[in-house]
Each structure stands twice: as structure tokens, then as C-alpha cells.
């Protein structure tokens, strides 16, 4: 039995993963290390395209988690994939639509959910990235980090995320997260069949000057990219492959993955993606020199990480490809984090500071009111939502649960 539950979410644009904790009111005071306190209870991941909208997914998740809490949760954060604006977001890759109000108006009430919060998903993996261990990743570019420096997050999922954080006073206990849409900036080629490739992007995407860099380094873009060379190497491409596919749906970036050690197209695949990762991390680093670390976040970092890295890697040559530049972001520390809770983790961490802000101005542990809360604050900065309508609601099929 706790005293308080939260409820974090990670909305990507395959999956959507829910998690409740429970936490007790000894646990609502400043805590040290990195990982953020409370109980983890239930955890489910869900696959978006078995379902139509939000709504459904979280009257599922609430209705199996009924045998672990005795109330609904209190304060709920979503991570969600899409730039959140006027309190709401609408997703980038599946056109779904999520409100913080309309969350509460249907899971609130006594003893419901006070407060939904939503945020980026990529503020929720950079806040995700604060509770990263060493033992966690991978290093890419061996470097001391330097405490409260800036830190930058750049991963490849179904989308391109992107996300910087800053530490107030150059306090590393106090770093603030910031959303970004670098993954919708140009693509930018840097070979002859790159620019082949941005040619066919642009009449496949109906685009009279420009792609964005997401249409290449994703999931969706690995799809894109052999797709490209199945037709323009049609003789090459493995028929079983070729097939299997056209028929995976929203899984062809793992088809590609999978299959680049016997298909040469999907080989030619993998190295131009993560070329063009590469590059775009480097981008990141010289944008936002990040010397308290870039990390290299995502799903398909870890599954893909022998693309990634090793000097000689296509994505490390990339990466340091920056001309007159190169040598300012070998004083950069660079890690490929192997684990895929970042938005989970993120969430967690807001959930918990705002029911800490909660208890508080309700004069419990540690008493005395607040004066400005932080997720008001936040919200002003337009970071994130305490939003109005859910227009996608409906049916459910399939999910993972595991405690």
C-alpha cells in the first residue's frame, strides 16, 4: 500500500509504454543519485497500430493495473512524439491527438488523476538521460564529461528526436530540459548517391527543394532508403527479402536491419543511415558543444550499434566529418545508450517533482505552500501541456505487461 501513485508514459510513434509507480510521502524530499525514487508497480507496452486513438490504451492500462493500486494515480506525464503547443500534441506519425484536460476529465474526480502533464518525448528522454549509468552505454568519443555543461540527446526511432539540456548556475542538480524538431531540419547529402537518394526523396515526397533528415535516419527512413536502392539495384536485392518487406508494415526499418548481412541492398542501407546519423550527431554537437555529453539515444541505436561504433564506423567518420570544425568535437564526450526507458525514466522523474509540488502546496511533507510550481513554470516556457481535448479514441487489441 502507498501513499500517492504516477502514472509515466512514453507515446512514441509504434509503441506507447505506460508505467505506475508508487511512492509513499517519506519519498517526496530531495534525493541524491540518479535514480529517481518510487516503486515501480506495473509496466505495458502497447502497439499503437492495434488500437485508434490514446484514450483506449490508457483505459486498458488503468483497467490491469486495478489489482496493484488501491487509488488511480494522482499526477500522470506523458512523453509524447509530437511538438506539444497550446496544451496539447498532436503526433507527428500517426496523426493521433492527446490532452492533459481531457485525460483528467475522464480518469479524474475523487481520488482520480488531478494533473496530466505532457511534454515532448524527447524532454522526456533528456530528463531519461539525467538517470543514465556508465555501465549503460557505449562510449563513441572517449572524453571527460564536464559537470553542468550543456548536455545534447540525439536518437533514431520510428522518427528523428532531438533535445538539449542546460544547468541553471552550471548546477548539475538543476538541469532543465528543452525540445527541439532538429530531426525535421534538411537532410543534407555528402556523397554522390546521397544526393541520388535526395533526389528520389524528394519525387517520392512530392518536395520541390527539400527533405528533412528524419525521412532518412528512422525507422521510416531506413525503409525509405532501401526502397531506393531495391529499385535502383533491383538485380541485387534479395526476392525473399524484397518480399518479406513489402508485407512487415510498420516494421521494414527492422526487415533492413536484420537482414544487411545477406542482402545487398539492405547492407548499402544500413551504411548510408548510419553515414547520415552520424553526420547529424555531429551536427548536434556543433550547434550545441555539449561538453557534459551527446548521447546517442533511441531504439534503434542499441539494436543497431555495430553500425555505430568503432572509429572506423560509417557513423563515427560522419560524425567528425566537419571541416574547418572536425577537431572541436573530439573535446566532446559521446555515448550510445543502450537502454530504451529514457521517456519512461524522463517521465518518472517530472512526475515525482510535481507531486513533490503537489503534497507540498497542500501543506504535507515539507509544508509551507509553493508560491511558483515548476510544472507552471514549464508551461509557460511552452514545454509542455495541461492540454484540452482528445480527439482519437476507440478500440484495443494487443499488449506486453510485465511487473
Known amino acids: 500500500m502507498f501513499d500517492y501513485y504516477i502514472l509515466s508514459g512514453d507515446c512514441g510513434g509504434t509503441n506507447t509504454r505506460l508505467q505506475l509507480i508508487g511512492l509513499n510521502r517519506s519519498l517526496l524530499k530531495p534525493f541524491t543519485g540518479k535514480k529517481t525514487p518510487g516503486t515501480i508497480l506495473k509496466t505495458v507496452t502497447f502497439l499503437n497500430e492495434n488500437y485508434s486513438g490514446f484514450k483506449s490504451i490508457l483505459e486498458e492500462f488503468l483497467y490491469v493495473s486495478k489489482p496493484v493500486i488501491s487509488t488511480l494515480p494522482k499526477v500522470c506525464v506523458l512523453a509524447a512524439a509530437g511538438p506539444v503547443n497550446q496544451n496539447k500534441v498532436l503526433f507527428t506519425n500517426n496523426g493521433w491527438l492527446i490532452s492533459g484536460s481531457s485525460i483528467v476529465e475522464n480518469f479524474g474526480g475523487k481520488g482520480g488523476i488531478e494533473k496530466a502533464i505532457l511534454v515532448n518525448d524527447f524532454v522526456g528522454a533528456g530528463y531519461g538521460v539525467l538517470t543514465v549509468e556508465r555501465e549503460e552505454c557505449r562510449v563513441l568519443n572517449d572524453v571527460e564529461r564536464i559537470e553542468g555543461a550543456p548536455i545534447a540527446c540525439v536518437g533514431a526511432g520510428t522518427g528523428l528526436g532531438e533535445c538539449y539540456l542546460t544547468a541553471g548556475g552550471g548546477d548539475p542538480e538543476k538541469y532543465e530540459c528543452y525540445a527541439s524538431e532538429g530531426g525535421h531540419a534538411e537532410f543534407a547529402p555528402r556523397t554522390e548517391i546521397e544526393f541520388e537518394l535526395l533526389r528520389h526523396l524528394r519525387q517520392k515526397f512530392s518536395s520541390r527543394h527539400r527533405v528533412s533528415v528524419e525521412r532518412v535516419v528512422s525507422g521510416t527512413g531506413l525503409s525509405n532508403v532501401y526502397e531506393f536502392f531495391a529499385e535502383k ?130 501543506g504535507g511533507e515539507g509544508g509551507g505552500g509553493v508560491k511558483k510550481s515548476w510544472a507552471a513554470g514549464i508551461l509557460l516556457a511552452g514545454v509542455v501541456g495541461v492540454v484540452g481535448i482528445c480527439a482519437v479514441w476507440g478500440g484495443r487489441k494487443t499488449v506486453r505487461i510485465s511487473k
Open 233 to 362: 539495384y533491383s538485380s541485387k536485392r534479395d526476392p525473399n527479402v524484397y518480399e518479406e518487406f513489402k508485407n512487415a508494415g510498420s516494421m521494414k526499418g527492422k526487415v533492413v536491419s536484420v537482414n544487411s548481412s545477406k542482402c545487398v541492398c539492405c547492407e548499402m542501407s544500413m551504411k548510408v543511415f548510419a553515414g547520415a546519423y552520424g553526420s547529424e550527431v555531429g551536427v548536434a554537437g556543433l550547434k550545441w558543444i555539449p561538453r557534459g555529453g551527446l548521447y546517442v539515444t533511441g531504439g534503434l541505436t542499441p539494436k543497431n550499434i555495430k553500425w555505430i561504433e568503432g572509429e572506423q564506423s560509417e557513423f563515427m567518420q560522419a560524425f567528425r566529418d566537419k571541416g574547418r570544425v572536425s577537431e572541436l568535437l573530439e573535446e566532446i564526450p559521446v555515448y550510445a545508450v543502450m537502454v530504451e526507458d529514457l521517456g519512461l525514466r524522463g517521465s518518472h522523474r517530472l512526475a515525482w517533482k510535481i507531486l513533490k509540488e503537489e503534497v507540498e502546496g497542500e
